[in-house]
């Protein structure tokens, strides 16, 4: 045994209990009553403190070429972030090149994460170019480990309606999942070029030229897509009520669509485009009116809402600043890899949900929805991806306590009731009391298959 957890209640999805936790090698060994340590050794009394399964983040953007620059956390910061946040599993997102067999992207960008991630990752392709054969590359992928891919249907590498529905279909085929980012395009086009041409350039007009209805109507597509194939459909960033009541539908009339949604969406209104640093939390879909913020909570409670993700993607407050007197200037995109499980698990801790339920949506769906069969719960033979949280821990979010390299954080001010205490990935500490304590390259490659 090289670490016992003694005394803590222990949470998975679907019960919480109290019990000791033993891990060895890296795995979760026993979980019982009266556990006692062998020698050497380390015991956790984690008495009073809940013990999770860390989280998984199915969606962030490290060290992304995006909006005319990269994205400011590279693998070593954003999974450091991660690591002190509670999220031992990162899901990031692979840009295709044109051109590009879908397993060379893989290799590409592996050969940068591998060597400087600090916790656990698995990737998605976000695919633009199934020309030329390359759709049929898409099984090789599927066979290296990666078998969930994503489409965008906005900006400039978005794909058209007829490669998101080509797409579809092969992942139908050979056991593969497609996500989506679902806005429509010619109107972002059209309200973006109209707004500029009037003058009307702040942040709040990032939002208006995205209203309501441009994301809701693009996932009523997708979904009608979806449909016609019978094939599995994930929805990322869901934003907006419209597109909530068409994922219950879609639910309800026992199709497999699966929606994600983001803390941001939770927390903010569309309000935060009126601030002074209202270009500071500019992203797509912008963040939503309150009765779509309401939707979102509702949709979660009742089970709608399969997973919360970050869509984590900072920029510099700099490059932010492009955008001061041009709103389509503005990267797009904000930081939150550090701040998903402590912002979910704090809503629980004030009795917005359960703490089984943020467990579910954080860890274990996304686990069993994307296929990493060793994760996303506390259990004999599962990796020790563990977090201790303390429910009598306060902390106030500040850019000078995140451990990301970005230099600004919406959650500015934000408070927290509950903590994270320690993060243990794969057995070993790499999170203390403020403390990052892992290493670059720590981090493997999570295999995965969505074979039934
Ligand atoms: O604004 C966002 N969400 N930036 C990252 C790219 C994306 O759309 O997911
Ligand atoms: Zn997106
Ligand atoms: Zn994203």
């Known amino acids: 045994m090289d670490l016992l957890i003694k005394n803590g209640t222990l949470v998975n999805a679907k019960e919480m209990f109290r019990a000791d936790l033993a891990v060895e090698n890296g795995k979760i060994t026993a979980i019982g009553s009266g556990l006692a340590p062998t020698e050497g050794a380390e015991v956790v009394d984690a008495a009073g403190k809940l013990v999770l399964p860390g989280a998984i983040d199915a969606h962030t953007h490290l060290a992304m070429p995006f909006g005319g620059t990269i994205s400011s956390d590279g693998y070593f910061a954003g999974t450091r972030a991660a690591a002190c946040g509670g999220t031992t599993t990162v899901f990031d997102f692979i840009l295709q090149n044109f051109g590009e067999p879908m397993v060379d992207a893989i290799k590409r960008r592996d050969a940068l994460c591998a060597p400087e991630a600090a916790v656990d990752y698995a990737f998605h392709?976000?695919?633009?170019d199934v020309s030329n054969g390359l759709i049929d590359t898409m099984k090789d992928a599927v066979d290296y480990g990666v078998p969930s891919f994503k489409v965008f249907m906005v900006y400039d590498f978005g794909v058209t309606d007829g490669v998101f529905y080509q797409v579809l279909a092969k992942a139908k085929e050979i056991g593969a999942q497609i996500s989506v980012h679902a806005e429509?395009?010619?109107m972002v086009n059209y309200f973006t070029k109209k707004f500029l041409s009037e003058g009307k350039t702040s942040a709040w007009y990032h939002y208006l030229s995205r209203p309501e209805f441009v994301e809701a109507e693009a996932d009523k597509r997708a979904i009608e897509w979806a449909k016609s194939l019978n094939a599995p459909l994930y929805i990322v960033h869901l934003a907006n009520k419209d597109g909530v009541d068409a994922v219950t539908a879609a639910k309800d009339a026992g199709y497999e669509i699966y929606a994600e949604t983001c803390p941001h969406y939770l927390n903010f209104t569309s309000d935060v485009y009126k601030r002074e640093d209202g270009r500071n939390f500019v992203c797509s879909p912008p963040i939503k009116g309150k009765e779509s913020q309401d939707a979102l909570w509702a949709a979660i409670k009742r089970g709608d809402i399969d997973t919360i993700a970050?869509?984590?993607?900072?920029?510099?407050q700099s490059e932010k600043d492009w955008?001061?007197?041009d709103f389509s200037k503005i990267p797009n995109g904000c930081a939150a890899i550090e701040n998903?499980?402590?912002y979910m698990l704090s809503a629980a801790n004030t009795g917005k949900?359960?703490?089984?339920?943020v467990v579910e949506l954080c860890s274990a769906n996304p686990a069993k929805i994307f296929g990493c069969t060793d994760k996303g719960s506390l259990a004999v033979g599962k990796d020790a991806d563990i977090v201790v949280y303390d429910p009598t821990l306060d902390f106030?979010?500040?850019q000078k306590n995140m451990h990301s390299d970005c230099d600004h954080t919406i959650w500015e001010g934000t408070e927290l009731h509950g903590y994270p205490r320690m993060t243990f990935s794969r057995g070993r500490k790499v999170y203390e009391d403020g403390k990052f304590l892992g290493e670059p390259g720590w981090g493997k490659f999570v295999k995965r298959s969505l074979k039934k």
Request: glycine fraction near 4%; aromatic fraction near 10%; hydrophobic fraction near 35%.
């Open 340 to 342: 998903m499980y402590p």
């Open 353 to 357: 949900l359960d703490f089984t339920r």
């Open 396 to 398: 106030t979010i500040s």
């Open 310 to 316: 970050t869509d984590h993607c900072p920029f510099l």
């Open 184 to 186: 429509n395009n010619e």
């Open 323 to 325: 955008g001061l007197n």
């Open 125 to 128: 392709i976000a695919i633009k």
